[in-house]
């Protein structure tokens, strides 16, 4: 599937200290030790509503990790999923009145425009789970063979289970106990009370074909794949065994990314998925978790088609710590305007202070479990000094520029316009 045009990233002259992340299965900040080329596999979104601002806040947590590692000298191959085969997907397409494909297509459009807009640096692999259903095939097929997945006996629907067992290793990756998995499995699609499962809380790997559903032809009965052993397959077959960095929002953890590892390690007989398990935040309104269910979302193109320059919308972001859970105001758009105002007032004079020490602290804060709030408030004191005229550095306003554009995003010199939505 066709991702989204890539905004150029200006080169930057030096290099920061190596990143450090929260590793959430470990539960410390620790290094990511990437070779020459860093591996991200980010979860995509499922695209039956338009993308909002908790959405848009992890890819651009994401995006920061992707500059910072490229600022570091790695080339990074960046995976992201699409679930365009889904429940959420056929409810809604059925509750408009509109085929799922078409209802998928218009949402992923709209997405990719909104990426656009953020200016989110696109992944190398961008792919549909209707894509990947061969890979997924071959996959349970492997899984059946192992031991580590069985099909109900139920003649009429034979839908096949992960044994949550079967790896030995099960529930590293988010440290829950029994009592939270099983609460969150119920609450975040699990189906704990099937008939005919071994465990309440094995995972669905292949739904056995269903009236009035798509479906695929398989040798153990036809089918579409479960939620989490797309994102196992697509990450594994692109990025291979152990990669760097597994990505998503913190409602991801249980039960997607405890099985979406879970499933890979059973596939490739490894110890870990991989290296690193990032999580961000949540955004919330006025109170409440920023969610399609409570119907409370900000949505960054109504943002834009309202006027809103997409680089308010992400340095308003960026001013909140990517693992903190947070509410959103409309008092964090105006703070971010005058932000982008006083930047752009700055590096728009002939000369100001000498930007080395503040570009060093830049990176240092994005290094450090990218702490983006400290990186903002260092630009902001060189901005303030350069408009009181501190400083004769003819060259500073030009590396300001290059540095807020390669690791924030932001270009500082272009109207930079949001795109039409097609």
Not at 282 to 304: A, H, Y
Request: with cysteine.
């Amino acid at each position: 599937m066709q991702s989204w045009p890539s905004p150029a990233v200006p080169e930057i002259d030096g290099t920061g200290p190596a990143l450090r992340l929260y590793d959430t299965s470990d539960a410390l900040v620790k290094p990511v030790a990437p070779g020459s080329v860093a591996t991200m596999y980010v979860c995509g979104i499922t695209p039956y509503d338009a993308t909002h601002l908790g959405h848009a806040a992890t890819y651009l947590a994401f995006d920061t990790v992707n500059r910072v590692l490229r600022d570091q000298g790695h080339e990074v191959h960046y995976v992201q999923n699409i679930t365009d085969v889904d429940d959420p997907l056929f409810e809604r397409a059925e509750r408009d009145g509109i085929d799922w494909r078409d209802l998928g297509t218009r949402e992923t459009n709209l997405f990719r425009s909104d990426m656009e807009n953020l200016r989110i640096l696109p992944p190398r692999d961008y792919i549909g789970a209707i894509e990947s259903v061969d890979e997924v095939i071959a996959a349970v097929g492997a899984l059946l063979k192992s031991g580590a997945a069985y099909a109900v006996d139920d003649a009429e629907f034979p839908d096949i289970y992960f044994r949550s067992g079967a790896t030995g290793v099960f529930g590293y990756e988010s440290n829950y106990d029994r009592a939270t998995m099983e609460t969150l499995f119920a609450e975040r699609g699990g189906d704990p009370d099937r008939p005919g499962k071994r465990d309440p809380i094995d995972a669905l790997l292949w739904r056995a074909a269903r009236p009035g559903e798509p479906s695929w032809p398989a040798p153990f009965g036809a089918g579409r794949p479960g939620w989490h052993i797309e994102c196992s397959v697509i990450a594994l077959n692109r990025l291979g065994e152990g990669f760097d960095i597994q990505g998503g929002g913190s409602d991801l953890i249980f039960p997607h990314h405890e099985y979406s590892a879970a499933h890979g390690e059973a596939l490739a007989q490894q110890r870990r998925f991989a290296r690193h398990y990032v999580h961000t935040g949540m955004i919330g309104l006025d109170g409440e978790k920023m969610s399609k269910s409570l119907g409370n979302l900000v949505l960054v193109s109504t943002l834009c088609a309202a006027g809103v320059d997409p680089r308010i919308i992400r340095l308003g972001l960026l001013d909140g710590h990517y693992r903190a859970d947070r509410m959103w105001t409309e008092a964090a758009l105006g703070v971010a305007a005058e932000r982008l105002t006083m930047w752009q007032r700055a590096v728009a004079r002939e000369s100001g202070p000498a930007a080395a020490a503040v570009i060093a602290r830049v990176r240092t804060h994005l290094a450090n479990d990218l702490d983006t709030p400290k990186a903002l408030v260092a630009i902001d004191g060189w901005a303030k000094s350069a408009l009181a005229g501190i400083g004769s550095a003819s060259g500073a306003p030009d590396q300001i520029v290059g540095i807020v554009d390669a690791l924030l995003g932001v270009d500082l010199r272009s109207a930079h316009p949001p795109r039409p939505v097609d």
